[in-house]
């Protein structure tokens, strides 16, 4: 077993909106070694590298965050397309994959769809608020998920998923080189694609009687609040609206102005 290490290529000239980083290419081969190994220092890139965002066939994700990550603002993919990045080296190819993800189920049947059971591992590792889960798949205990979801944490990003899968190339790596590549790859798929700050948001409902219809949409309008639900009855409207937190009071405010204290936004129970 022994050495081949990952180099990272530059990312100059990459652009974190549209396509923010590359993918690399190094690798690893059979069953190796311990966790505890240390990493050597890392060798130099030897081939090119390629990176792609498809488009998953059927999403399951287009819903709000999971209340696991929803009590606090976090940051994520600004959309649902999987991202992709390939690191090879010593003849093993690591293609990792990266996806925003918004339940443990989710998580799990994102990486059913991508993962290859033709190859020879598929590790993953997701974290989604306060549950997350790293898998080796196979591969020396340590070697694979956990540097994986040290990535996650390292990049920043909650409510994502990664996954690694390996095609063997008849050379082993050692386990510091399986830390390197499992890593790598993950870290370089997590850096392809905008991201986004996602935060807490909660739903008001408020009453509204006829008189005042009028200054309260408008001022709702102003402030770009949209008015998700409404329901009519003799004494007036019922209007639901969804609001990030942070802005509920600035809202409510403006709806006493509108209403000389007749109207606000009712206290979160």
Request: with cysteine; proline share 5%; aromatic share 6%.
């Amino acid at each position: 077993g022994g050495g081949g290490g990952v180099g990272a290529l530059p990312l100059a000239g990459c652009c974190r909106g549209a396509a923010k980083g590359a993918a690399v290419r190094s690798g690893r081969g059979g069953q190796e070694g311990s966790w505890r190994a240390r990493c050597a220092a890392p060798e130099p890139p030897t081939t090119t590298t390629t990176t792609t965002i498809r488009r998953p066939i059927a999403s399951s994700c287009s819903k709000s965050p999971s209340d696991a990550a929803a009590s606090t603002s976090y940051h994520t993919f600004a959309d649902w397309d999987t991202r992709e990045a390939e690191v090879v080296a010593k003849k093993s190819k690591f293609v990792g994959k990266a996806a925003r993800v918004e339940t443990v189920d989710d998580a799990m049947e994102w990486v059913r769809r991508e993962g290859d059971p033709e190859a020879s591992h598929n590790c993953f590792a997701y974290k989604i608020g306060q549950a997350y889960r790293s898998t080796d798949d196979g591969e020396p205990g340590g070697t694979a998920g956990r540097p994986m979801l040290a990535s996650i944490t390292q990049e920043g990003l909650d409510c994502v998923a990664v996954l690694v899968t390996r095609y063997y190339g008849g050379t082993k790596l050692g386990t510091g080189g399986l830390v390197r590549a499992y890593g790598q790859a993950a870290r370089l798929a997590l850096q392809v694609g905008a991201r986004t700050e996602v935060r807490p948001r909660s739903s008001h409902v408020v009453s509204i009687s006829f008189d005042d219809i009028g200054p309260c949409f408008s001022a709702l309008e102003q402030l770009g609040v949209e008015r998700a639900h409404e329901e009519y009855s003799d004494d007036g409207v019922r209007v639901t609206v969804v609001l990030e937190d942070q802005l509920a009071p600035r809202v409510s405010e403006a709806l006493k102005q509108a209403t000389s204290g007749r109207v606000a936004i009712p206290p979160i129970e």
